[in-house]
């Protein structure tokens, strides 16, 4: 890899600059020397990055010079207001029959509607489905201009071995899967562009800011939300995964810059559910020809280490559960054009772009070669697993006390292609095998039935079994994310499907609220209630919320039930209502009295007055930029407005005008939280909380309100040196302890071992859950709940305060891996708590509540304490 330092710099400079013009067009030999044809149009590349109006401009001016080869559609607008490109590029014969390959590939898909016989014709003349993405990373910006490369070379290539290729390849490119993430790192890297240092390791083009372009605009890491589909970039992606069923995926990132290039096969753990030939056998046999084509160049790689294919949410796990080789390649990269390495060499943008653009086009000619077996194994897995019949077993879920979780839980099952159906009779759930904390109860009719003969239902399994076997091997990820657990919801797994009538998943039908004398309830506890309180309260209605559960009639409802009376409302309350609980899909009850059958009367001044909250979260650095991204994207979900106060200007900020404040994890341990804010900070906050401020901390930021004095409760770490320091910053005097031997003589391959059995990873723990408690009103967990923890901090038990939600002295793990060791250190501490501070409070949870958006039973917890957390009985 040369250094041309002419190539370096981008258009603008270099025209001031720079005497000679730069050549336009591709770096010589980046295509193998094949006839192109003329009249398509050859993208800029390999000298600057190509920003993403010229991207979209390219790829419209290459669908309009090769229509007979190239369709181009558009996947998705982001927030930001970002076109993603989505190319189809095949041949001229396969693009006219377009539709309908791709329907004869949906019958693939599902055995059931076709016989053998018709699969084998099909095989036999059908192309292979080849799916290209890029830079779902956006900082791992090479991957979109090697698309450009790609594209180019397939639209143009006059070669008969490319045509051959586009007879038996349908290539379905995703260019740039992170437009946000992309731009704002395209900018970062342009505005941090001078004529000097380009290369420089420490230079600002190579040293991401605050967010860094990896995210898109709302900070989720979009690799892992294949499966939760929480933004809508990877909603748009998967939607159109299901209708185009790929058999072939590569993912191509970028990873450190002192690397070499990564493609398959992973290594351990590689879950053992997915499919053999997939994540198996043909992921041998694409890194075999990935090898070949690198070796014939001399070029370093690496396989089996590093990347693992265990966690479902990845953008290799997920499509390989599919039924497609799903692989992730990753070239060294990140930053600006150029980076100087260790071994001095200069890592290009030119290297990187032709790295990624051998193994796009190696993909597309390995698919090709192999497209007859590709397609027989696609459709033959499917067959075997839908010949088990009822053997294959189901997965059952209860509607339980709060049926819209459930009901989530099916629609987000559904977004992954998997089937689900509904009983039409009730079962008994003896001899079933309870997932998680699921507690003996009924599955009347209604309930949810999810058969495992299905074509996906690998994915099915994956998702709803209580736990994953995952071998001696760490993981990447965490270990641990069940939905039955993720959401709490009763679910069961049956061995084999149990015969009960059922029917489709249908959208529930709408019940009209009926007018009502004294007013109306929402009962607590029920998902999508909290988007109808908060728009409620914004709108200027007035409500409170029972303290404490009461019945009317037979009916239930729970502490947190909110209280709408006529009285105090205008009369569009009804109205208003009624869309909101249907659009939320949450229960809503007239009362036409305020007396109760037993508990507080609808007047009780036990109840809590409700207030719109007015609510800032702290951003910018340290905060951990998904930690921050997904408080974020849940209260915009929420519809609950909120500032994004950059930290730095906590300082000369009036906080007086904010309800809430909310401080995430800063990713070490509270100490960059309190080096920031510093005893100005910190006696602002405290003496905002004693004006009557609710402050929220999670993780580092429970953390820090510890160490600046804002809560009594103390704190550990899991890590020995970790718990060394913390007790060294207490008492400098303190002594090490002495060594332990064994450790001394552990041996050096065995020294990442150690960091296993000092951590959790991710996994669900049992949590002890005081549903009495303002912060856990409505959590349905008298049996106790399954939290996602993931190490540290361990928050001690509020001496002062209130600990609704804890770890007992008790078993605790419910999935994933947990070292056994750890489980002591964890019990008896909490997981939320509560102290009151003068007039106002602090909350801290030991982990992150809204984890990626993916656990709905905690974040109720996030809902509680803006609603309900400065709670206090009056009188007192
Ligand atoms: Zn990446």
Redesign the pocket.
Request: aromatic share 0%; net charge negative; glycine share 0%.
């Given at each position: 890899m040369g250094h041309p330092m002419r190539r370096i710099l981008p258009a603008t400079l270099c025209a001031a600059l720079c005497a000679a013009p730069l050549a336009a067009g591709l770096p010589p030999g980046l295509l193998p020397a094949a006839d192109h044809r003329p009249e398509v149009p050859l993208p800029d590349l390999g000298v600057r990055y190509t920003p993403q109006h010229a991207l979209l401009a390219y790829v419209r001016a290459l669908a309009a010079a090769a229509p007979d080869r190239v369709r181009l559609t558009t996947l998705n607008l982001t927030e930001e207001g970002h076109e993603q490109p989505f190319l189809v590029i095949t041949s001229p014969g396969n693009l006219k029959r377009l539709d309908e390959l791709q329907a004869l590939n949906a019958k693939l898909a599902d055995p059931r509607s076709c016989g053998e016989d018709e699969a084998r014709r099909i095989t036999e003349t059908n192309p292979v489905f080849v799916w290209l993405g890029y830079?779902?990373?956006g900082s791992?910006v090479s991957g979109s201009e090697a698309a450009l490369a790609v594209a180019y070379h397939f639209a143009a290539a006059r070669d008969p071995e490319v045509l051959k290729q586009l007879d038996r390849v349908v290539i379905l490119m995703d260019l740039t899967q992170n437009p946000d993430g992309r731009v704002r790192h395209l900018q970062a890297v342009a505005e941090a562009t001078t004529p000097f240092n380009a290369n420089d390791p420490q230079d600002a083009q190579n040293a991401a800011r605050w967010p860094s372009g990896?995210f898109n605009h709302r900070l989720f890491d979009l690799?892992r939300d294949w499966v939760w589909q929480t933004q809508g970039e990877t909603r748009a992606k998967t939607a159109a995964f299901l209708r185009w069923n790929p058999q072939v995926l590569a993912d191509h990132?970028?990873?450190w810059p002192e690397a070499s290039y990564y493609f398959p096969p992973t290594m351990q753990p590689i879950h053992q559910g997915l499919p053999e030939p997939f994540a198996g056998r043909w992921q041998g046999a694409f890194g075999q020809a990935l090898a070949r084509t690198f070796d014939a160049r001399g070029w370093a790689y690496f396989s089996r280490d590093v990347f693992d294919l265990f966690y479902p949410g990845y953008g290799d796990t997920w499509p390989t559960f599919q039924g497609a080789v799903g692989m992730?390649f990753?070239v060294a990269g990140q930053g600006g054009p150029a980076y100087k390495r260790q071994d001095g060499d200069i890592l290009t943008l030119e290297g990187r772009l032709r790295r990624h653009t051998v193994a796009s086009l190696a993909t597309v000619a390995t698919a090709a070669a192999g497209h007859r077996a590709l397609l027989w194994d696609f459709q033959r897995t499917r067959r075997e697993r839908a010949a088990l019949g009822d053997r294959a077993g189901a997965f059952l879920l209860a509607e339980g006390e709060d049926p819209g979780r459930t009901r989530a839980l099916a629609d987000l099952l559904a977004r992954n292609g998997i089937e689900v159906l509904r009983t039409r009779a009730d079962l008994p759930t003896t001899g079933l095998e309870a997932i998680g904390l699921t507690k003996a109860a009924a599955l009347p009719a209604g309930s949810y039935l999810v058969p495992l003969d299905q074509p996906r239902g690998a994915l099915a399994q994956a998702l709803l079994e209580g736990e994953a076997h995952m071998g001696p091997k760490p993981t990447y990820d965490i270990t641990a994310w069940s939905l039955p657990l993720a959401f709490h919801v009763p679910a069961w797994h049956a061995k084999a499907r149990p015969r009960v009538a059922t029917s489709p998943l249908a959208a529930d039908a709408e019940s009209p609220l009926a007018e009502a004398a004294w007013g109306y309830l929402i009962p607590a506890g029920h998902e999508g209630a909290e988007r109808t309180l908060a728009a409620l309260l914004q709108e200027g209605f007035k409500a409170t919320a029972l303290a404490e559960p009461a019945t009317l009639k037979e009916r239930q409802f729970g502490a947190g039930t909110v209280v709408l009376p006529n009285r105090t409302n205008p009369p569009a309350l009804r109205a208003r209502l009624q869309a909101l609980a249907a659009a939320n899909r949450h229960p809503v009850a007239g009362v036409d009295s305020a007396q109760m059958t037993t508990g507080p009367d609808l007047g009780s001044n036990r109840s809590l007055i409700l207030r719109a909250p007015r609510i800032a979260v702290l951003m910018d650095r340290p905060a951990n930029p998904m930690a921050f991204g997904a408080v974020a994207h849940t209260l915009i979900e929420s519809g609950l407005p909120f500032v994004q106060l950059r930290a730095d200007r906590l300082g000369a900020t009036s906080l007086a005008r904010f309800t809430h404040l909310v401080v995430v994890d800063d990713g070490a341990q509270g100490k960059a939280w309190q080096q920031l804010l510093g005893e100005g900070g910190a006696a602002k906050l405290k003496a905002w909380v004693q004006e009557g401020g609710s402050l929220l901390a999670f993780q580092g930021g429970a953390v820090y309100a510890s160490r600046a004095g804002l809560a009594q409760a103390g704190f550990h770490f899991l890590a020995k040196t970790a718990e060394e320091a913390r007790l060294k910053e207490k008492d400098p005097k303190r002594e090490a302890p002495k060594a332990d031997p064994a450790e001394l003589v552990r041996p050096w391959d065995k020294r990442e071992e150690r960091a296993l059995e000092e951590s959790i990873p991710g996994a669900f723990l049992k949590a002890q859950v005081d549903g009495s408690h303002p912060l856990a009103w409505g959590l349905h967990a008298e049996a106790g709940g399954a939290v996602l923890d993931t190490s540290d901090p361990i928050l001690e038990l509020s001496p002062g305060g209130e600990n609704p939600i804890h770890y007992a002295k008790e078993d605790l793990k419910v999935s994933g891996l947990v070292p056994k060791a750890l489980e002591a250190k964890l019990q008896q501490t909490a997981y939320a708590l509560r102290e009151r501070l003068g007039q106002g409070a602090v909350i801290l949870v030991a982990g992150d509540p809204v984890f990626r958006g993916q656990t709905p039973f905690t974040r109720r917890l996030l809902h509680n304490a803006i609603f309900f957390g400065a709670y206090r009985p009056a009188p007192e």
């Open positions: 830079s779902v990373h791992e990896r690799n990132h970028e990873m992730t990753e």
